[in-house]
């Protein structure tokens, strides 16, 4: 298995762009989770989806962030509008499920101008 | 709410000699504490984990600690090398649920 898979690996835009970052899950993987790791705030817990329904957003920052999980194979993390404060590397991660390994994806490096 | 706390924040020690990093959680249920390695730029990997009915694991060089009554977990490198440098998160994982809290991470430093 090619593991966690991200893209894009790198996204720079402008403030008031939309962005969509996109993670396909480890296959047989039942949970999916998205993270966010700055600096300041270290690896937060934005939102975690076990058998594609949403089960936590409750680290989603506000209402400009929302995801999507379709199918067990594919998430979307999207922020409308961006501000230069949701800079930070995401990261995608995914498990067979509670108390199981969790295995990160390579990440989105976003920087909003 | 759930908290996990991660002591050094940085850590510099003599290539060759031994690492410690210890991690306190507060949820008394959790049951399944892992450890991450993340190099710069890279994304955090799993190096070693550990469930709640075992009090110790090695793998080679490193090994980790559970102590469920004092609510301490502790990850020991020995006979480090330089490319030990990293930073290293611990996690727990929240009962009832499917998610983990991390810890704030240390950079080690191996100095060669």
């Known amino acids: 298995d090619a593991g966690v898979i991200q893209s894009p690996r790198h996204e720079v835009t402008e403030m008031g762009q939309e962005v969509t970052l996109r993670c396909k899950p480890i296959?047989?993987?039942?949970?999916l989770f998205w993270y966010r790791q700055t600096m300041m705030r270290g690896l937060e817990l934005l939102i975690y989806f076990n058998n594609n329904v949403p089960i936590d957003d409750s680290g989603m920052p506000e209402d400009r962030f929302s995801a999507k999980m379709p199918n067990a194979s594919f998430s979307t993390l999207k922020i409308q509008p961006s501000e230069p404060r949701d800079s930070a590397v995401y990261f995608c991660?995914?498990?067979?499920?509670?108390?199981?390994?969790?295995?990160f994806g390579s990440g989105t490096q976003l920087s909003v101008l | 709410g759930e908290n996990v706390e991660q002591h050094p924040s940085t850590l510099s020690v003599q290539e060759g000699d031994s690492a410690v990093i210890k991690c306190t959680y507060s949820d008394s249920a959790s049951n399944y504490f892992p450890w991450y390695k993340q190099e710069l730029g890279k994304r955090p990997q799993l190096i070693i984990d550990?469930?709640?009915?075992?009090g110790e694991k090695k793998d080679q060089r490193i090994a980790v600690t559970l102590n469920k009554t004092a609510k301490h977990f502790s990850l020991h490198i020995t006979e480090t090398q330089p490319e030990d440098s990293a930073v290293y998160f611990c996690?727990?994982?929240?009962?009832?649920?499917?998610?983990?809290?991390f810890g704030t991470g240390t950079r080690l430093k191996v100095l060669a």
């Open positions: 991660a995914s498990s067979l499920g509670d108390g199981e390994k969790l295995f």
């Open positions: 996690a727990a994982s929240v009962t009832g649920t499917y998610k983990y809290i």
């Open positions: 550990i469930r709640s009915n075992v």
């Open positions: 296959s047989g993987h039942n949970s």
